[in-house]
């Protein structure tokens, strides 16, 4: 199964609203809703922001965002803060009862 | 509150053997899918395996299928992850994490332990 596709960078002022993409297949992303973000602050685990396309956990900030369409999903972020700096990553179940991760993005808060 | 605590890592040689844990406490184990995901150094997320909640279904990564075994413990709230024929490109963090169902619903994650496979 191949990675999903994601930027390996995107910046943004703070205030300013970011796009982050998860390019997939019809056997992945775009087969099922069960596509999750993750943010990883450094030397840290991962944590849920968005799982199932748009849902938020509980705690998360609602500048925090998921879509898709077709085969590519993405998560928005407003109003970013310098605190959002962290490496992104999405997920996505597929047809073969796996699941698989994109490669990951490294938001930078200018 | 769910916490998730991973044990076991440690330094191996080529072709070795080493056992993961994972010990859950603050939810009921027993109701959950769990999954092992690595992260070697410097690079991205990589999912190795799922269990579901009875330990009945098992999936594997291709990169690890015949290698690996994952297992769990309902009475004792433990998640194990079996590591054979360790290779130079298994080292890595690994975290456990819960989930729903296969579904990436990783909520919470543990905190990983480093595995490091070197002569």
């Known amino acids: 199964q191949s990675a999903l596709t994601q930027p390996a960078s995107v910046s943004g002022s703070p205030g300013q609203s970011i796009t982050i993409s998860c390019t997939g297949t019809?056997?992945?992303?775009?087969?099922?809703?069960?596509v999750s973000w993750y943010q990883q602050q450094p030397g840290k685990a991962p944590k849920l922001m968005i799982y199932e396309v748009s849902n938020r956990p509980s705690g998360v900030p609602d500048r925090f965002s998921g879509s898709k369409s077709g085969n590519t999903a993405s998560l928005t972020i407003s109003g970013l803060q310098a605190e959002d700096e962290a490496d992104y990553y999405c997920s996505s179940y597929t047809s073969t009862n796996s699941l698989v991760f994109g490669g990951g993005t490294k938001l930078t808060v200018l | 509150q769910a916490q998730l605590v991973e044990s076991g890592g440690g330094l191996v040689k080529p072709g070795g053997s080493l056992r993961l844990s994972c010990a859950a406490s603050g939810f009921s184990f027993s109701d959950y899918y769990m999954t092992w995901i690595r992260q070697a150094p410097g690079k991205g997320l990589e999912w190795v395996s799922y269990?579901?909640?009875?330990?009945?279904?098992?999936y594997y990564a291709d990169s690890v299928k015949g290698r690996f075994t994952i297992s769990r413990d309902n009475a004792k709230n433990s998640l194990y992850l079996q590591m054979n024929s360790l290779r130079a490109e298994d080292t890595a963090v690994y975290y456990c994490?819960?989930?729903?169902?296969?579904?990436?619903?990783?909520?919470?994650w543990g905190q990983g332990t480093l595995v490091t496979v070197s002569s």
């Open positions: 269990i579901s909640s009875t330990g009945t279904n098992k």
């Open positions: 019809s056997s992945d992303v775009g087969g099922y809703k069960y």
């Open positions: 994490a819960r989930d729903r169902t296969i579904s990436g619903w990783f909520d919470p």
